[in-house]
């Protein structure tokens, strides 16, 4: 395959990403991440005894699915409903990236990721360095399109001797990658930098916010990050993040789809030789 992005002005179409664990590791440890601390593995399935075996703490999921206009018109009312209505305030710790580079999706599933779990990044890789110095959505999908910070790692990747699949002559592609993250409630996040007790609420997995002797218990949040939508998605409480994810997966894009062409990868904590 051809390095199609490794010039200055990194935008237009690239090379789509497969969905393989060997595929995002060496992604992820190009662009920083320590993968003797952190992997990515294939999710098998999403009935219970398959998610079981997925090595766990599980950080971040990336699912792979196919558009269609009963998906897309779906998000597109779910967005115009929040635009007018509002969420659940999302916590402002969560990273997220708009893309504009066609077929840039698995790039910006492996930030949303990696940029949104409690991962070992190297201090000089680019993804820490991403992180770091650019502060809005639009900016940061601006450094994806105009420099090869992401675009040389993307190509690489895409053409590396890892991919099971050969590189398509025809780009256009009918696949998307989303992300899928755990995040902190925002109100129990404002009332510990308020200086209120905030505990933790053991059993549930939840955090518990004291407030006047009465104690509310606060779950996170389960945080949908796809570059191709507003913004993050809050999808309600979240206590055990990868049953979560399955029972969203299942009741939001297989209930409606006839394709098998989904895929999941987890992001979990572990050596790569305890997968």
């Keep these: 395959m051809s390095n199609s992005a490794s010039t200055d002005k990194s935008g237009g179409r690239w090379i789509p990403l497969e969905s393989n664990p060997d ?6 440890e190009k ?7 952190a992997r990515f593995v294939d999710v098998y399935g999403l009935d219970d005894e398959l998610l079981d075996f997925v090595p766990k703490p599980v950080k971040a999921v ?3 699915f196919p558009i269609d206009a009963e998906g897309d018109a779906r998000k597109k009312a779910e967005d115009e409903k929040i635009a007018k209505e509002g ?25 949303h990721a990696l940029a949104n779990s409690d991962v070992t990044l190297s201090p000089t890789g680019p993804l820490q360095k991403f992180i770091h110095e650019y502060k809005t959505p639009l900016e940061r999908a601006h450094v994806l399109e105009t420099t090869p910070l992401f675009a040389n790692i993307h190509s690489e990747t895409a053409s590396s001797s890892l991919s099971q699949t050969s590189a398509p002559s025809n780009l256009d ?52 990050l ?10 309600g409480e979240s206590q055990d993040f990868l049953k979560d994810v399955a029972s969203l997966v299942k009741a939001q894009y297989l209930s409606s789809s006839t394709s098998v062409n989904f895929s999941l990868l987890a992001l979990t904590e572990g050596a790569g030789d305890d997968f």
Excluded: M, Y
Aim: proline share 3%.
């Design 62 to 64: 990336v699912l792979l």
């Design 31 to 37: 662009a920083g991440l320590v993968t003797s601390l």
């Design 173 to 224: 592609t009918d696949l998307h990658f989303t992300c899928f993250v755990q995040a902190p409630d925002a109100e129990v996040r404002k009332a510990a930098q308020e200086g209120i007790e905030v505990g933790v609420d053991k059993q549930g997995g939840g955090s518990e916010l004291e407030r006047g002797g009465e104690k509310e218990v606060k779950q996170r949040r389960l945080i949908e």
């Design 23 to 28: 595929i995002f590791n060496l992604w992820a």
């Design 87 to 111: 969420q659940p305030e999302v916590d402002n710790t969560i990273f997220f990236v708009k893309q504009t580079i066609s077929n840039a999706c698995g790039t910006i599933g492996l930030i």
């Design 226 to 235: 796809d570059g191709r939508r507003a913004g993050p998605v809050d999808h």
